[in-house]
């Protein structure tokens, strides 16, 4: 298993969580880590990356300024960080990995990650 994701939960609006997505240090090292999530009935959107060889970050724009994406390289991990969270921020949230650079100004489609994890369900109410 190369990603797992954990953190989710059901929250009120304006609440914070954290998500975590542990992963293995192949998909790690130096590669575009994102996050993505799939709301019921709607397409899978990115909503942040980071790439773990320099820390540049891309955020969709419904998140920036609520969300942050970190690294933490002794453990191969990367956190979502939400605050100010919103009913419609309700999805199931993917980590994915992609074996290549982010881009800088925009998220790259989920087309170009070819590690998912299983995904870990966040609820605004």
């Known amino acids: 298993v190369q990603l797992v994701e954990s953190g989710g939960a059901s929250v009120q609006a304006g609440e914070s969580l954290r998500l975590s997505c542990a992963a293995s240090k192949y998909v790690y090292d130096r590669n575009c880590l994102g996050w993505f999530r799939q709301a019921p009935g709607k397409e899978r959107e990115g909503v942040a990356t980071i790439y773990t060889g320099g820390g540049v970050t891309t955020y969709a724009d419904s998140v920036k300024g609520r969300f942050t994406v970190s690294q933490d390289n002794a453990n191969y991990t990367v956190y979502l960080q939400m605050n100010s969270l919103k009913p419609e921020d309700t999805a199931m949230y993917y980590c994915?990995?992609?074996?290549?650079?982010?881009?800088?100004?925009?998220?790259?489609?989920?087309?170009?990650?070819?590690?998912w994890g299983q995904g870990t369900q966040v609820t605004v109410s």
């Open positions: 994915a990995a992609a074996r290549s650079y982010c881009h800088s100004r925009r998220l790259l489609p989920a087309t170009n990650f070819g590690y």
